[in-house]
């Protein structure tokens, strides 16, 4: 288990927006994860929290982001609107990924991202905008199929993961996933429902997450 050496809170400014972020480092880290969360979640996001900090153990930065301030996130509770608003979150997630590119604890790492549910398609879209930046893509019970035309520029290698339960995004993740011209791989975890709340599912999810991540985030960027 790698020891964490930095884990605390950051300010990433978006278009004079302050947005808040957990940014935690272990020692001789191999990489650094950048998360795209979903519709009406956030930084404090506990399944993502979880798999941030299976991560880390694993010798993986990562950087947890709420891509919408407070008061975004109080519009959008009545509206829905700014969740679904792909383009808007993916410019939030190349904020972001330029604040890596220019802190000192990250500039070296090579730079990858994990999207769950409309954050996959933000992270697709952003991904396909900076392909000198982003090295890696996962997606867990996401939705890729809103990126839409972004899917085919992707350069990023790719992997979609889905839960076996997940009836309706199933078949969103796999025209996605045939879209894609990046390496690429569709995983469906047995047993697992959207939010991949059965024992043991969110575990597979962070092991795949974690040998995909090592394999295209080695050496310095």
């Known amino acids: 288990m790698a020891a964490v050496l930095s884990g605390h809170d950051v300010t990433v400014t978006s278009g004079g927006v302050a947005l808040r972020g957990l940014l935690g480092i272990p020692s001789d880290a191999r990489g650094v994860v950048l998360f795209a969360h979903g519709s009406g ?14 991560l880390q153990d ?24 700014l969740r679904f608003d792909i383009e808007f979150l993916a410019t939030r997630l190349e904020a972001a990924t330029e604040w890596l590119k220019q ?25 396909a905008e900076m392909p000198d ?3 890696a893509v996962v997606s867990r019970g996401g939705r890729p199929d809103l990126a839409g035309d972004s899917l085919a520029k992707v350069e990023a290698p790719t992997l979609l993961i889905v839960g076996s339960r997940d009836v309706p995004v199933i078949p969103l993740n796999e025209d996605a996933f045939a879209q894609l011209r990046c390496e690429k791989k569709l995983e469906i975890v047995p047993g697992a429902s959207h939010l991949f709340e059965e024992a ?16 295209y985030l080695r050496g310095a960027d």
């Open 41 to 54: 979640s956030g930084r404090l996001s506990s399944r993502n929290n979880f798999v941030a900090r299976s």
């Open 58 to 81: 694993a010798g993986l930065a990562t950087l947890l982001i709420d891509l919408l301030t407070e008061d975004e996130e109080r519009a959008d509770a009545r509206t829905g609107h």
């Open 103 to 127: 802190s000192p604890d990250t500039a070296s790492l090579k730079i990858g991202y994990f999207g769950a549910s409309t954050g996959a398609a933000a992270a697709l879209v952003a991904a």
């Open 133 to 135: 930046r982003v090295h």
């Open 200 to 215: 043991g599912t969110l575990e597979v999810v962070a092991r795949l997450a974690a040998s995909w991540f090592d394999k």
